[in-house]
C-alpha cells in the first residue's frame, strides 16, 4: 500500500534568529531538507487519540510537498490512519542545523501488481 500525504502547513526551523524567507527562499529550503533527509517520523494519532510515531522513508516526486510512503496495507499504522487522517511528518537535515514538520492528511492508495 502507498499512503500518500498531502502538505496542509509546513514549517521550517534553522536554528537562525530573526531571518526572513520570502515564500520561494521557504520551499526551497524546505525541499532542500526533504531530500536531504534519508528518513522521516511519521506522527498519527491512535484510537484513544495518542500519538503515535514510527520511522519512515518517503519520496517526494517534486517540489509540491506531496509525500509518497509504502508499508504493508495490514500494518497497524494503516488502521490507525483509516480512523485519523491527520498526520505529521518531520524531518532534519543532515547536518542536524535545519528541520521542517509538515502537517496533513493522509490518502491511502492502493497499487496492485
Do not use: W
Amino acid at each position: 500500500m502507498i499512503i500518500r500525504i498531502i502538505q496542509s502547513l509546513l514549517l521550517l526551523s534553522q536554528f537562525i534568529l530573526f531571518q526572513e524567507y520570502s515564500e520561494r527562499q521557504l520551499k526551497k529550503t524546505s525541499s532542500d531538507v526533504v531530500k536531504d533527509s534519508n528518513s522521516c517520523l511519521l506522527i498519527s494519532l491512535d484510537s484513544l487519540g495518542n500519538p503515535r510515531a514510527r520511522l519512515m522513508d518517503s519520496y517526494m516526486p517534486n517540489d509540491d510537498f506531496v509525500f509518497y510512503l509504502i508499508t504493508n496495507s495490514l500494518s497497524r499504522k494503516v488502521k490507525k490512519l483509516e480512523n485519523d487522517s491527520r498526520v505529521v511528518l518531520s524531518f532534519q537535515s543532515h547536518d542536524g542545523k535545519s528541520y521542517i514538520t509538515a502537517l496533513g492528511f493522509q490518502d491511502c492508495l492502493m497499487i496492485r501488481s
